[in-house]
């Protein structure tokens, strides 16, 4: 099914370990978002991208870093994993043009744990 | 910069009873506005939007929202809510122009059967 696909969808990790998270999309979309959500404070974003090899910082960028590659994967990097990172992340991706719905398309989350 | 406010963190409704989750928006230019549902350990998946042209929008499962600008805000309400409704529900705001969605934190709606 065409859509946003993330993996893994769990992972605990150890303080000070690092790990990528992969975000593919099928759609040909041009935008591409990473977000965390933390109870009670909805959805936060973190990295997004405007287009192949372009990122640029969110709300909360530090910690992590991204890399936009391919149009259609954007990786979430943690190079240091700390407990505050422990949330659930999403990747979203958007079209554009005229003829957009400006929705987002979102995937199904992974759930991250540092220990 | 734009922000979204959702007053109630949780809304408990009798099954068959009316709701309402209140979104109150700010931004300093004109707005994309959307309400998107979480059902328990799931991503989300939009409900409905507000692009452009009429202000009261309808969307999935029975749900409708209403964009009101003097109010700056954009109530998601359904007349006869069922057990399969409960969820979380985010409001969220997109400014023209700008490339970033920002969400509300958040209204968890519980039915009571």
């Known amino acids: 099914n065409a859509g946003v696909t993330q993996t893994p969808k769990f992972r605990v990790l150890k303080t000070g370990q690092s790990m990528t998270l992969l975000c593919a999309q099928d759609?040909?979309?041009?935008?591409m978002y990473w977000y965390r959500q933390d109870p009670g404070m909805g959805l936060r974003l973190i990295h997004y991208?405007?287009?192949?090899?372009?990122?640029a910082k969110g709300e909360v960028p530090d910690g992590y870093n991204v890399s936009r590659l391919k149009k259609q994967n954007f990786l979430l990097g943690l190079e240091s994993a700390a407990p505050s990172q422990t949330s659930v992340y999403f990747c979203?991706?958007?079209?554009?043009?005229?003829?957009?719905?400006?929705?987002?398309?979102f995937g199904s989350g992974t759930r991250l744990t540092v220990v | 910069a734009q922000s979204v406010t959702q007053l109630d963190s949780q809304v408990p409704v009798f099954e068959e009873a009316p709701v309402e989750l209140r979104c109150n928006y700010s931004?300093?230019?004109?707005?994309?506005l959307f309400w998107y549902v979480q059902y328990p350990n799931q991503g989300l998946q939009l409900l409905l939007k507000?692009?452009?042209?009429?202000?009261l929008v309808k969307g999935i499962n029975g749900f409708e929202a209403e964009f009101n600008k003097s109010q700056t805000s954009f109530h998601l309400r359904k007349p006869s809510v069922h057990i399969s409704d409960t969820a979380e529900y985010f409001c969220?705001?997109?400014?023209?122009?700008?490339?970033?969605?920002?969400f509300g934190t958040g209204t968890r709606l519980t039915i009571i059967p």
């Open positions: 979203a991706s958007r079209a554009t043009g005229v003829t957009a719905d400006y929705g987002y398309t």
């Open positions: 759609m040909n979309h041009e935008y």
């Open positions: 991208s405007v287009g192949e090899g372009t990122t």
């Open positions: 931004s300093s230019v004109s707005v994309y």
């Open positions: 507000y692009l452009s042209g009429s202000t």
């Open positions: 969220a705001v997109r400014g023209f122009g700008n490339e970033k969605l920002t």
